[in-house]
């Protein structure tokens, strides 16, 4: 990671340079800019307004050849813009935004509406639209960055990478700045964000994402944990990959399934005079780990490990569909789209009101996991007598 943090450092140096030197109309020197790695945004509860705190590369400071420096500044008004101004006179340079990898957002601005927080970085020609996009667990958001001091790496950067590899993974979305705009811009799919924290382990500070934050439109209305996630991500067929865990007959966790692909179909029909949603699910596992002496034969065969897992499965993503529609009462899984694409003359009348369609909306699952292979042996460890 610290190699890693090197090159993205000397990637953006070159860049800067490059722009310095091509002689183009938005000529920039690099001693008069900031580069922009992420952002947190919280509320300022003493003004009652906003506070800003950016992560910058430091350009000028010492750098060691296997750790990128850093700098730090937050500032609080009234509007986004008004901040993200103001900076350039606190910091002395122009703000340099095409290389910001995260956007991190306290809970109490994700709850009073990110649109008001979000737009003025949507607007802006020097941003871009591929930016992470997480909401703090934590009290604020710059709690986050600030690890940075413990780490001695930028932050923003280890996040991006870390929600790259998120799909191995498959406990938190995936979300960039453009896709959740659009979610709250169309009706028949809310948004959502992955949730990050602070874990502590064994006296150490790491950033972690797990879970997710759950909108209505702009403002987020309750949190899914990492378990209830993947089941999420099962139901919108957007699992690449992870582990199921399998319990056996006595219901103990027994057997531990890598998911190697997953396909995902969701029809709309009608029964008994009003619409249901069919959910079929068709996982392609690897048997990877089994905490059992008695061998993959008998009462534990790969048959019957198939049919538990594919129960549990099934049970999982019901359970999860039923309560976002009992207790948040927002389509974060697209039903809506889906609809709309399939019924497209029953859409209109449902759309007007379809966060209470959505919440009475009967849905049924059946998952089919197939178990393909069982790594380097088909036989578990067995103990001598």
């Known amino acids: 990671m610290m190699k890693s943090m090197s090159k993205i450092l000397s990637a953006l140096l070159s860049a800067a340079m490059l722009v310095s030197l091509s002689g183009c109309w938005n000529y920039t020197e690099i001693d008069d800019m900031s580069i922009v790695a992420g952002v947190a945004i919280d509320k300022n509860e003493k003004e009652n307004n906003l506070q800003l705190t950016v992560e910058m590369v430091d350009t000028q400071g010492e750098t060691q050849q296997s750790q990128a420096s850093f700098k730090m500044i937050s500032l609080t008004g009234n509007t986004m813009f008004d901040i993200v101004r103001n900076m350039i006179s606190l910091v002395g340079k122009k703000l340099f935004w095409s290389h910001a990898k995260v956007i991190i957002l306290g809970e109490e601005v994700a709850r009073d509406g990110l649109i008001k927080v979000i737009d003025w970085y949507s607007r802006d020609t020097e941003t871009r639209a591929d930016v992470f996009l997480f909401v703090s ?53 809310e948004a959502v964000a992955p949730l990050i924290y602070i874990n502590e382990e064994n006296d150490q500070k790491s950033e972690r994402v797990n879970g997710t934050a759950v909108f209505v439109k702009d403002r987020m209305v309750g949190k899914l944990d990492g378990e209830e996630t993947k089941y999420t991500l099962f ?100 039903f809506g789209e889906v609809i709309h694409e399939e019924m497209p003359k029953t859409w209109p009348k449902l759309k007007e009101d379809w966060s209470g369609e959505f919440t009475d909306l009967a849905v049924t699952v059946r998952s089919d996991i197939i178990i393909q292979s069982t790594a380097k042996s088909s036989r578990t460890i067995k103990i001598g007598k």
């Open 137 to 189: 667990s934590e009290k604020n958001a710059r709690s986050i960055l600030d690890l940075n001091s413990v780490t001695k790496t930028i932050i923003s950067y280890e996040l991006a990478q870390m929600m790259k590899d998120e799909t191995f993974i498959s406990t938190a979305p995936v979300v960039e700045i453009w896709d959740f705009i659009d979610k709250v811009e169309t009706s028949g799919n």
């Open 235 to 334: 139901a919108k067929n957007k699992i690449k990959g992870g582990v199921l865990k399998v319990e056996n007959a006595q219901g103990i966790p027994t057997y531990s399934l890598e998911i190697l692909s997953n396909r995902t179909k969701v029809r709309p029909k009608w029964v008994d005079g009003r619409i249901e949603l069919q959910i079929h699910t068709v996982t392609h596992t690897g048997l990877d780990e089994a905490m059992s002496s008695k061998g993959l034969a008998g009462e534990e065969s790969i048959q019957i490990i198939e049919k538990r897992a594919s129960e549990a499965l099934q049970q999982n993503i019901l359970s999860v569909i039923r309560k976002v529609q009992r207790d948040y009462h927002a389509d974060i899984f697209g």
